[in-house]
């Protein structure tokens, strides 16, 4: 690799982590080169280090923030990890309904939603047991750094690969329509899920405070400090006796003092007594 | 050791489909069309049978309507695997007693979240 290829990494690679926080691994820089040659060709820029000094330049923010999402990984899938996602829409979400069932008001985020799934497998599990939210008010929110994932989420249009993945075809037929080689969410199931953009690093804005919070499978692209920021950023944000859910292969252990490990439920965080604050 | 039966009448598609599956420790027997399928199933029931709709000789379809009327104990989960990718034959596939549907063309992860779905793996 030259000098001036190595610099361009490190440029692009400090975008990326100023914009969301992520890093890149030196030996994963190749992974950056695979991800920008779409968006470089579309723009007709000829190589990386030319994109590295129009990105050092930033006088076109559009083009930086294109180049940070086509860097960030967006993957996902419907009920994704399934027997943790089973858990929460089986016991977990039962537990939440009887600890609410006086207000009868359910609220879930699902930050780092990337392009929807994770929103709207909830969503499908809470329609196929609508006979038991009968009366309830519920709200869910998902939320990505990223404005392309985001008009995706929204659209609730996925290509025949994303909506095999995770979906059975029972769930898939009742609640997405055919469009070609798409299909799109129902009315029904998009309309109980509100998609806006927010970035984990920044405060949380006023999004009022959820049950259960989904921050799955973005922590294990930050580095500790990071991770630890994320974490306690969210902690106002929980309703107590909220549970917090991560990927399959984090844990708050060892990042915060906010949350500890459910007893309850494997796999899922609560507020540590005392220790929300903001 | 679960196993899986692949109907399908082109080879390479077979072909891959035991690949993927071999990886997700199945033990893999093939047929190329609904006939075929019908003489392996008599002789003994896999846990799962990826099942092609047009091949020569015996579909998809009939040789699903066969299987299920056959009403064997334990049944196999059937899962279509074809490129009739419209939501009126994948409703039909349904109502005939299909467990599972995937759209071809496929990867390795759509067979995987598949099984998974079914309990299979
Ligand atoms: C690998 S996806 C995970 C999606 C989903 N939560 C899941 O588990 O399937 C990671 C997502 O995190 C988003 N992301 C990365 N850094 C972020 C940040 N600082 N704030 C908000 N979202 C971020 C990315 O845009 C991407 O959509």
Redesign the pocket.
Known sequence: MSIGEAKAYRTLSAALERH???TVPTNRHWRIDMALKPLMRRNSVPDLQTLAALIEMDTDPKLTRACVEAM??????FF?DQPNFALLAGPVLDHIRELRSDTKRLRIW?????TG??AYSIAITILENAEKWRGWTIQILG????AT?LAQAREGRYSQFEIQRGLSVTHMIRHFEQQGEEWVAKDALRKMVTFTE????TPVRHFGRFDVI?C???LM?LNDDKRTHVLEAIAPSMEEGGLLML?AAETVIGQTQKFRASRAFRGFYELTPGRQGA | MKSCLIVDDSKVIRKVARHILETMQFEVTEAADGKEALDHVAQATPDVILLDWNMPIMSGMDFLRAYRSMNAVPSAKVIFCTTENGIGHIQAAIDEGADEYVMKPFDRETIESKLQILGCI
């Open positions: 969301t926080g992520q960030v990984n967006n993957e996902t899938s994704r699902s930050a780092a939603c990337s799934q994770e939320t990505d750094v990223s994932a927010h970035n984990m690093l989904l799955r499978n973005v692209y990927g």
